[in-house]
């Protein structure tokens, strides 16, 4: 159980244009999903927080208008990484907290490889 | 920041337990203690979570000390598989607070 996905698990765009992330948890209902960046050789980053039915937290620095998240339901959040440059080249994984037990853990989908251009 | 301290680096045998250690001096008394570890160029994965009694499941078991001021991951028979970036954590507030864990190499 506790199985999180994410779509595309890779992709390659030009600069300028916008690229969208799908985060779904496929056995369990998750009020909560965490949008993290990693660079090479460094840890996980959170960038936001990202609850059902409203507007996402965003951890200081990183640009709501730069990336958009949208977690329409208790199974679905996407990342639009949007007008993309080189820079925002990065490993993006999304986490999603379970609903179930009192402890919450997060479990993590297998990351989507963004190279912008 | 992290409130853990983890050494950088760690190797093991196969075949042989490993021990990771993890320092978390600061930890308040409702804060969990998760371990999760990072296989290259895949999300992290959930191994174990403890509060203050000692926890195992199928993977690892965790010990955590009475003052709860440091934990204990042992994976019990490690395999070449085991080789990843493992990360102890403090969740603070239901957010997960990444230091820079340790990278275990299980060798042959």
């Known amino acids: 159980g506790a199985v999180v996905s994410q779509h595309p698990s890779r992709v390659i765009c030009k600069s300028g244009t916008s690229v969208k992330i799908e985060c779904r948890s496929l056995?369990?209902?998750?009020?909560?999903m965490f949008w993290y960046r990693q660079f090479p050789k460094q840890s996980l980053m959170l960038m936001a927080t990202?609850?059902?039915?409203?507007?996402?937290?965003?951890e200081q620095g990183v640009e709501k208008d730069k990336f958009l998240i949208n977690h329409a339901s208790l199974t679905l959040s996407t990342l639009t990484v949007t007008s993309a440059h080189p820079e925002d080249s990065s490993f993006y994984i999304c986490s999603a907290r379970s609903l179930a037990g009192a402890d919450q853990t997060q479990y993590f989908g297998p990351g989507t490889r963004l190279l912008v251009l | 920041d992290a409130k853990t301290t983890q050494p950088p680096s760690m190797d093991c045998a196969e075949g042989r337990a490993a021990n990771l250690p993890c320092n978390h001096s600061?930890?308040?008394?409702?804060?969990?203690v998760y371990w999760y570890r990072q296989i290259h160029s895949q999300g992290p994965q959930y191994i174990i979570h403890g509060l203050k009694n000692n926890e195992t499941n199928e993977m690892a078991s965790l010990i955590i000390t009475e003052d709860r001021k440091s934990s204990t991951l042992i994976l019990p028979h490690a395999t070449l598989r085991d080789t990843a970036v493992y990360y102890c954590i403090v969740r603070v507030n239901y957010q997960l607070i990444w230091g820079a864990g340790t990278k275990l190499i299980i060798k042959p």
């Open positions: 056995d369990f209902q998750a009020t909560t």
């Open positions: 990202s609850n059902e039915g409203s507007k996402a937290t965003y």
């Open positions: 600061t930890i308040s008394g409702n804060e969990y």
